[in-house]
């Protein structure tokens, strides 16, 4: 890896906080020794110190504090402190990242070659797997099976179908030209603002926001690790709403988005998006039942293998051979022995 890291990627990542600025840090770190640029956005109060801020700027992260003195108004979206920071990037190439997850050294890399070689599309990401934990021991899982393959390079409508169709949050998380992402952000945070109503789809906003502005496409390239052993998603969701009612007010959403147009229509965007969050829809009595006997069948099969792992792999290599994922060793353990697991 230590070759790896003299060549740093051409890309500025994008890293916010709210809470456990520590994890932040760490993982803000592992960028830097990576990526020619490294922007905190720290929501997270008291703010660290000059000295702190010192520190940080040595190894190459640049650190900023956020508040309301930041914006005219709160935002619904939860998306404006990723543009605040790509304001401030002074590089071509953008990406977020969550505080507690990483990204491939080989798959940035390969996003950003992919972007620079292939002008017809906007963002790139690649192929995930998650990171879990049970009561023996972390197991690993793939995630977002809709990735493998995935391009979508049609005309507009036809590029928000699909991935309405095949859903991964594949916009979210890809590598981005710069400004398209600004532009297409700033079109996402229009529209929540405009009805400024929480849900647990908001996500659905920015990627199709995304398929609106152009061309797209996920590399074969292991990418991305989700970090699903402390999964803040539940608990973040709680007070946002759920049941038929979202998907209401999503298509509401997509009509201003979309500013009403008769050539796109969002019925059948919906239609594709209410298939595919079952876990969101207003449970009916069959859906119900037939909830309750799954998880008695996965319980009884949990309960004879004296064990959780019934839906991922001890080994992370056997689950990226067994699905035909390209990756580095070397650069995966040195991803891995990153994380705080």
């Given at each position: 890896?230590?070759?790896?890291?003299?060549?740093?990627?051409?890309i500025?990542?994008?890293?916010?906080?709210?809470?456990?600025?520590?994890?932040?840090?760490?993982?803000?770190?592992?960028?830097?020794?990576i990526?020619?640029?490294?922007?905190?956005?720290d929501?997270?109060?008291?703010h660290?110190?000059?000295s702190?801020?010192?520190?940080?700027?040595?190894?190459?992260?640049?650190?900023?504090?956020?508040?309301?003195?930041?914006?005219k108004?709160?935002?619904?979206?939860?998306?404006?402190?990723?543009?605040?920071?790509?304001?401030?990037?002074?590089?071509?190439?953008?990406?977020?990242?969550?505080?507690?997850?990483?990204?491939?050294?080989?798959?940035?890399?390969?996003?950003?070659?992919?972007?620079?070689?292939?002008?017809?599309?906007i963002?790139?990401?690649?192929?995930?797997?998650?990171?879990r934990?049970?009561?023996?021991?972390?197991?690993?899982?793939?995630?977002?099976?809709?990735?493998?393959?995935?391009?979508?390079?049609?005309?507009?409508e036809?590029?928000l179908?699909?991935?309405?169709?095949?859903?991964?949050?594949i916009?979210?998380?890809?590598?981005?030209?710069?400004?398209?992402?600004?532009?297409?952000?700033?079109k996402?945070?229009?529209a929540?603002?405009?009805?400024?109503?929480?849900?647990?789809?908001?996500?659905?906003?920015?990627?199709?926001?995304?398929?609106?502005?152009g061309n797209s496409k996920?590399?074969?390239?292991?990418?991305?690790?989700?970090?699903?052993?402390?999964?803040?998603?539940?608990?973040?969701?709680?007070?946002?709403?759920s049941?038929?009612?979202?998907?209401?007010?999503?298509?509401?959403?997509?009509n201003?988005?979309?500013?009403?147009?008769?050539?796109?229509?969002?019925?059948?965007?919906?239609?594709?998006?209410?298939?595919?969050?079952?876990?969101?829809?207003?449970?009916?009595?069959?859906?119900?039942?037939?909830?309750?006997?799954?998880?008695?069948i996965?319980?009884?099969?949990?309960?004879?293998?004296?064990?959780?792992?019934?839906?991922?792999v001890?080994?992370?290599?056997t689950?990226?051979?067994?699905?035909?994922?390209?990756?580095?060793?070397?650069?995966?353990?040195?991803?891995?022995?990153?994380?705080?697991?």
């Amino acid at each position: 890896m230590e070759k790896l890291i003299k060549n740093k990627i051409d890309i500025t990542v994008l890293v916010t906080s709210i809470k456990d600025r520590e994890t932040t840090i760490k993982t803000a770190n592992y960028y830097s020794k990576i990526c020619e640029e490294v922007i905190l956005v720290d929501e997270e109060l008291p703010h660290l110190s000059l000295s702190e801020i010192s520190l940080l700027k040595k190894v190459g992260i640049t650190y900023i504090s956020y508040g309301e003195k930041n914006f005219k108004k709160p935002s619904n979206s939860g998306i404006e402190k990723r543009l605040f920071a790509a304001q401030h990037s002074k590089r071509n190439y953008v990406v977020h990242s969550n505080h507690d997850e990483r990204y491939t050294f080989t798959g940035l890399l390969a996003c950003v070659d992919e972007l620079k070689k292939n002008k017809e599309i906007i963002f790139c990401g690649g192929q995930a797997i998650a990171i879990r934990k049970d009561d023996l021991n972390i197991y690993y899982t793939l995630t977002y099976k809709n990735l493998y393959k995935y391009k979508n390079l049609n005309k507009v409508e036809d590029r928000l179908y699909h991935h309405a169709k095949i859903y991964a949050p594949i916009a979210h998380y890809a590598v981005w030209r710069k400004n398209s992402y600004m532009d297409v952000t700033k079109k996402a945070i229009s529209a929540h603002d405009l009805i400024p109503v929480k849900t647990v789809m908001d996500e659905v906003i920015f990627e199709l926001a995304a398929d609106l502005a152009g061309n797209s496409k996920a590399i074969s390239d292991l990418y991305w690790i989700r970090n699903r052993i402390n999964d803040p998603f539940l608990a973040s969701q709680k007070e946002r709403i759920s049941g038929d009612y979202a998907f209401k007010i999503i298509e509401n959403k997509l009509n201003v988005l979309f500013n009403n147009s008769k050539n796109i229509q969002v019925k059948i965007i919906i239609g594709y998006l209410y298939k595919n969050f079952p876990q969101i829809r207003t449970k009916t009595l069959i859906d119900k039942c037939i909830f309750f006997t799954k998880l008695m069948i996965r319980n009884i099969i949990k309960k004879k293998m004296k064990t959780r792992r019934i839906d991922g792999v001890d080994d992370i290599y056997t689950l990226l051979n067994d699905n035909k994922i390209k990756y580095e060793k070397n650069d995966l353990n040195n991803l891995l022995n990153s994380m705080s697991l």
